[in-house]
């Protein structure tokens, strides 16, 4: 089967055929192989618009907050975190963090990410208290907090299993649990690029037990640590298995889907490739396209894809919209993980993402944490109609 009988095939998904017709493991390498890019995105872009109508696309007014560098896990693409007892180490008050949320109230935000390191010096009551406090002083403020990495590590330092931990966390007030920490869900790629963070099954594990409480959860992916293609979709079929499992046992499972480059500038991973035996790193945006365009048909059982302009700029990011995207990600406000390895747009408005989207021919649309609808102040033109992408070469 050659990448042009796959696509036709899926133009005749519909969403209570999609079981009928979902993407092998196989047919996905031979789309990301071999289909031309722009007849590749034209069939992403079909099936978003058959999962989610052609007008609108979506973005959450947020801010993320990294309460803390220290970390004893020492991924080597990471330029953010300082090992314990390191001069440039930080942990943030409660006071600092609350004031921040405050930031965020000011601009009729609805949700923070706060995810720092695996900081050993913790107990467990410190989150617990951070939580139950910022519930009752930022009510309407949804906290998505702690990956499952660091899920982790406080089970370890606290003595409790991680299940125990996320109850205990959500019965203060946590919402949601962030996607960061997957990487690349593949035993090889993760041996050599973060050997401590533990095996993809952890993650897994963690992302399952969160589920299965009914705390919202986004998957995640990064790509261009010289890893193949068929271990990108490894990485897509591993989220796409637990997808299937949690919704057939709980009904929660992750809300969407987010990928985006390595970043190599300042950092260990990228300097240690620089000789003479270096290997190909890093994503260029062709390449990132296509993997946004295959993750939107292959992950059929997640609602949302989102496009990555921190790491990939605004223009990329829009072009993604024509390629399966259906959101924009969010304001963020702040951001120290990613912008620590060379990023330097790591903040946007709400008036520039909604730019972004109407410049491309849709709707601009505020959402939540759980990707429920808000009201939306058009801070421009409403499309007269949908534009067409420009012509793009594969």
């Known amino acids: 089967m050659n990448w042009s009988s796959i696509l036709d095939r899926q133009a005749l998904w519909q969403p209570n055929t999609a079981e009928q017709f979902r993407l092998s493991e196989k047919e996905a390498v031979e789309l990301y192989s071999n289909a031309p890019l722009h007849q590749l995105m034209s069939a992403a872009l079909q099936r978003r618009n058959a999962m989610h109508g052609p007008e609108k696309v979506t973005y959450l007014i947020d801010r993320n907050i990294n309460y803390t560098n220290v970390c004893t896990i020492n991924c080597q693409f990471c330029s953010f975190y300082r090992p ?86 959500q019965e203060a007030g946590m919402h949601g649990l962030p996607g960061g920490g997957a990487e690349m ?11 401590k963070k533990g095996a993809p099954a952890n993650w897994l594990r963690v992302m399952e037990e969160a589920q299965s409480l009914g705390l919202t959860t986004s998957a995640t992916n990064v790509i261009g640590f010289g890893e193949s293609l068929e271990q990108r979709v490894e990485h897509m079929s591993r989220i796409r298995q637990l997808q299937d499992r949690s919704l057939e046992n709980s009904s929660f499972g992750f809300t ?8 190599l500038e300042v950092n260990s991973f990228g300097r240690r490739n620089r000789g ?104 421009g033109t409403l499309p007269q109609k949908l534009q067409s992408p420009p012509p793009m070469q594969a």
């Open 256 to 263: 969407s889907f987010i990928a985006w480059p390595v970043q």
């Open 84 to 169: 314990p007892g390191h001069e440039e180490t930080y942990t943030q008050t409660l006071d600092q963090i609350s004031q921040r949320i405050k930031e965020l109230e000011d601009i009729e935000g609805v949700r923070i990410l706060m995810q720092g390191g695996v900081n050993p010096d913790l107990p467990f009551e410190w989150y617990e208290n951070l939580i139950r406090t910022l519930r009752i002083q930022h009510p309407n403020i949804a906290l998505d907090c702690f990956s499952p990495i660091e899920i982790e590590g406080i089970a370890e330092v606290s003595n409790l299993s991680t299940l125990e931990v996320l109850v205990r966390l």
């Open 185 to 195: 869900l593949v035993e090889d790629v993760r041996k050599d690029v973060s050997p």
């Open 276 to 379: 003479q035996n270096k290997i190909q790193l890093g994503s260029g945006s062709t390449e990132y396209l296509r993997h946004v365009a295959v993750s939107r048909l292959f992950l059929d059982s997640i609602p949302n894809i989102q496009s990555s302009w921190p790491t990939m700029g605004i223009k990329t990011a829009q072009m993604a919209l024509f390629g399966g995207a259906n959101d924009v990600g969010s304001t963020m406000m702040e951001e120290n993980v990613v912008s620590a390895s060379g990023t330097t747009k790591f903040q946007a408005s709400e008036q520039e993402l909604q730019d972004v989207i109407l410049r491309a021919g849709f709707i601009p649309q505020r959402r939540d944490s759980d990707y429920v609808k808000l009201e939306t102040p058009m801070r």
